[in-house]
Structures are given as C-alpha cells and as structure tokens.
C-alpha cells in the first residue's frame, strides 16, 4: 500500500510537470539549461531565506510557542519575496543572455524567445520548488504507518500531491506573467504576482483544514492560467481551431516561372 500510495501522489505532484519538460523542453538544449539555472536561483533564494528564519529563531525565545508560529509566517513571506527578487534577477540575467544570442546568430535573431525563457524559468522554479515541498512526504508515505490511525486527517498524502501540483503550475504561470511585466514595465502586474504568490503560501497554514485551502488555491491556479495564456498571445480562437484540428489553406501563390531550371547557353 505504501509504494502505491507513493508513486500516485509522485504522479499527481509531477505528473503535469514532467509531461510539460518532455514535450516542450526535453529536445531544446537551451531550453535545458534555462531550467537547470532556473533551479539554481531558486534554491539561492531557499537559502537565503533558510539563514534569515534560522538566525531568526536562535535569537528568539524558543520556548514562546505562539512566537515560533510568529516567525514560521515570518519566514515564509521572507521566502516568497526572496523567490520574486531572484524570478527578477533571472529576467535580467536572461535579457542579457538573449541580446548576446541575438548579436552571435546569423540573422541577428536569438534562437530562443524571451517568452519561451519566461515559460521554462517559471516551470523550473515550480519543479524545484514542489520538489522540496513535497519530498519528505513521499518518502514518509512509503511508512511505515497508517494515515490518519490517531485521528488526524487521512486525506493528508494526496492533498498534498494536489497542492504541489498547483504550486508547480502556479510557478509556471507567474513566470510568464513576471517576464512579461518586466520587459512591458507594468507595476501592478509584478504587485499582483507577489500578492498571488504571498496569499498562496498563506492559506497553507490553514491546514489541516484542507477545504480552506486547497480550493482557494486552485480557483488562484485556474485564474492565474488564463492570465498567463491571454498574456503569451493566446486566444479563445486559437483554442477552437486547436480543438477542431483544422489547417489554414496556404494561400500564398508561387509563379510557375520561379520553378523552371533556366536554360543553359
């Protein structure tokens, strides 16, 4: 039971994740070292945040429990805007890295758009990010043990599959709408990306109360989408014609002369 248990929730947690990278990243290499240093300035960010809580605490009174939970938030905002900072700092890096691509290929274009960029640097900081959040419940999930045999919820292994998976997705999301307001100079989206991901980390410590949280954040997730499609360029139509699978006509016209192999002398 603990080995089914295990790779169900490693499925729900990741499976979006891991059909994204194999699809859309995997066959890219420049796409693949986007993600991997993705990774890296989120786990910079972790460990900053990690030292600020730690020091934080030391110098606090540990027997103050009500002070403790104090500064668990505390860290986990501290967290959220270290996360941002280094998402910003990654733009950055990025734009610098795509003019110098620009300047180097042939025709003067960078063979990686800044929008691909934003979508695999926000899908590497929510792998990275559910990996860490999820890893040591998986590997309690192997058990020994029961969930739920002293009275706790036993709905705690799969909501947290399902809250890594929309952490992951959220993460993406955010990427392409982060990207996108940096390079367009819009303030208020960067001030909803922040709000959305510091309300996000908040409503999990209303667990155990699972409905309180889990809900709000896939309503968060599902809207949070939609802004990322409309902001990639996507559209209501573009959807309808995936759906009926139908090809545009090409209804470009090539003169008959162009095809002709010239007469030799």
């Known amino acids: 039971m603990g080995a089914a248990v295990f790779f169900g929730c490693a499925g ?4 979006p994740a891991l059909a994204l990278v194999l699809l859309t990243v995997a066959a890219e290499p420049l796409r693949v070292i986007v993600l991997v240093a993705g990774a890296f300035f989120w786990l910079v960010s972790l460990l900053l945040a990690s030292l600020i809580w730690f020091i934080s605490v030391h110098l606090s009174n540990r027997e103050d429990a009500k002070l403790q939970y104090s500064l668990l938030i505390f860290g ?3 967290s959220v805007l270290l996360q941002e900072a280094f998402r910003f700092a990654y733009f950055k890096l990025l734009k610098k890295a ?3 691509l620009a300047m180097i290929s042939e025709d003067g274009r960078s063979p ?4 691909q960029m934003a979508y695999v640097s926000g899908l590497s900081f929510g792998i990275i990010s559910g990996v860490f959040s999820v890893i040591n419940i998986l590997a309690d999930s192997i058990g020994p043990g029961i969930v739920g045999i002293h009275g706790d919820s036993p709905y705690y292994f799969i909501t947290s599959a399902f809250l890594t998976m929309a952490l992951v997705l959220l993460h993406t999301f955010w990427g392409v709408i982060f990207f996108d307001a940096c390079e367009k ?4 989206c960067l001030g909803l990306v922040v709000a959305s991901h ?14 309180a949280s889990l809900v709000p954040i896939f309503i968060i997730t599902l809207c949070t989408g939609l802004w990322a499609f409309f902001t990639a360029g996507g559209s209501f139509r573009n959807v309808l014609k995936c759906l009926s699978c139908k090809q545009e006509d090409d ?3 090539m003169m008959y002369s162009a095809l002709q192999v010239p007469f030799e002398d």
């Open 198 to 211: 510091l309300l996000t980390s908040g409503l999990t410590f209303l667990n155990p109360w699972y409905e």
């Open 98 to 100: 795509d003019e110098g």
């Open 251 to 253: 209804s470009r016209v």
């Open 12 to 15: 729900i947690a990741f499976g």
């Open 76 to 78: 986990a905002a501290v």
């Open 112 to 115: 990686i758009s800044l929008r």
């Open 185 to 188: 100079h819009r303030h208020w």
